[in-house]
């Protein structure tokens, strides 16, 4: 949403600190339509002058856009209602230091981080202002309803009691501390999920798994996938983040296509130095993770730095731990010449190989599932 306060000539930073020196609602009215009334003529004098058709347009729009956004910051209540639109969407999942899905600070229309500016008691003194002004607002709305106006009287009624508990868990620098430490914690887990969410819609192919690629066994009828343990080498990558990546085949996954044609995918542990603590993974893949020789700079590189990236071991995870191969990319689609490989997973489509080689992932892997179900019984 475009920033009204700046398109009218001032800031939302002026605005917020012309309320931290307790101005009236009547003088930031003021200091707002003077701005908005000097822009504008300063634009008209040029529109006045202009003589190119197509550039006369143009600020004769521009000047529709000071008009609007001045009719969205004019007053008071005209404010409240512009700083819910632009807060609508961003709020995160509720908690018991949330109502609604809104912070204390939003229910009280507070910005977190202009609070610093702040001593400790002027924050104090600022919120309970916050508070009580929002209180009083709505208690004059109750007042003036009529009691056949019942549905609204509750949601006002529930207003205040927000307002009220809102103000409880900021109202002092111990409260304020420990809801931002929840809410830290919240936005956190809500960015996280985010993430997860978007690495599953972009590179998540396991919809496309067929099991019927791999071809069944004469007698038993079984799918012919087996998965055979191994165990080479550790292997150590460091990647243009200067994190370690250690790599290490674990076992191949052996597999007959439909066609009655041969092939494997390998199987490997990778394991990253984080700052905090070492992260495993199992992921599986075609190329020789282990041995890289083979292979032309240009494609170690991607390796290294995309498909053992972070969000590629993630998205691993959506595809039973398939996390895909690397492919040269046209050089007319490059804009930088040595950025001519990228990752496989990032595809709409799989390629066939890559169909067959998710398939036979998915049997070996119902397939253990079902052997443990039955260890279970056994036990």
Do not use: W
Not at 360 to 372: D, G, L, M, N, S
């Amino acid at each position: 949403m475009e920033d009204c306060y700046k398109i009218i000539g001032t800031s939302k930073d002026a605005i917020y600190c012309m309320k931290l020196k307790h101005l009236s609602e009547e003088e930031i009215d003021r200091f707002i339509k003077e701005k908005y009334e000097d822009t504008k003529k300063r634009l008209e004098r040029k529109i006045s002058v202009t003589t190119l058709p197509e550039k006369k347009e143009e600020r004769q729009q521009q000047l529709k856009q000071i008009e609007d956004a001045y009719k969205k910051v004019k007053d008071g209540f005209s404010r409240r209602i512009y700083v819910r639109e632009l807060t609508k969407g961003k709020e995160i999942n509720s908690s018991v230091v949330q109502t609604n899905g809104k912070t204390p600070f939003e229910i009280l229309e507070i910005d977190e981080q202009g609070l610093d500016l702040l001593s400790e008691n002027e924050q104090n003194e600022y919120i309970k202002g916050q508070k009580e002004n929002l209180l009083k607002e709505c208690e004059q709305k109750l007042k003036r309803l009529p009691n056949s106006r019942f549905t609204d009287k509750v949601r006002l009624t529930t207003e205040i009691e927000n307002i009220r508990k809102a103000y409880e868990a900021i109202k002092s620098e111990e409260r304020r501390s420990a809801t931002m430490e929840i809410l830290q914690k919240e936005r956190e887990e809500e960015e996280k999920r985010q993430r997860e969410k978007e690495i599953e819609e972009t590179y998540s192919h396991i919809s496309e798994c067929d099991v019927s690629l791999i071809a069944r066994t004469a007698k038993l009828g079984e799918r012919m996938a087996i998965r055979q343990e191994e165990d080479s080498q550790e292997v150590s990558y460091t990647n243009k983040l200067n994190q370690e990546i250690r790599v290490r085949k674990i076992a191949k996954i052996l597999y007959c296509t439909s066609l009655d044609l041969k092939s494997y995918v390998n199987e490997y542990e990778v394991r990253r130095s984080m700052p905090e603590e070492e992260k495993v993974d199992v992921v599986k893949t075609a190329l020789p993770l282990d041995d890289l020789r083979s292979i032309e700079p240009e494609g170690i590189d991607c390796i290294i730095n995309k498909l053992l990236s972070d969000d590629l071991i993630l998205a691993s995870k959506y595809n039973a731990g398939y996390i895909g191969e690397i492919e040269r990319i046209k050089e007319e689609l490059n804009e930088v010449k040595a950025a001519n490989y990228d990752v496989t997973l990032k595809r709409k489509k799989l390629r066939p190989n890559e169909k067959e080689m998710l398939a036979a992932i998915i049997i070996v892997e119902e397939r253990k599932q079902k052997e443990h179900q039955i260890e279970g019984v056994a036990k």
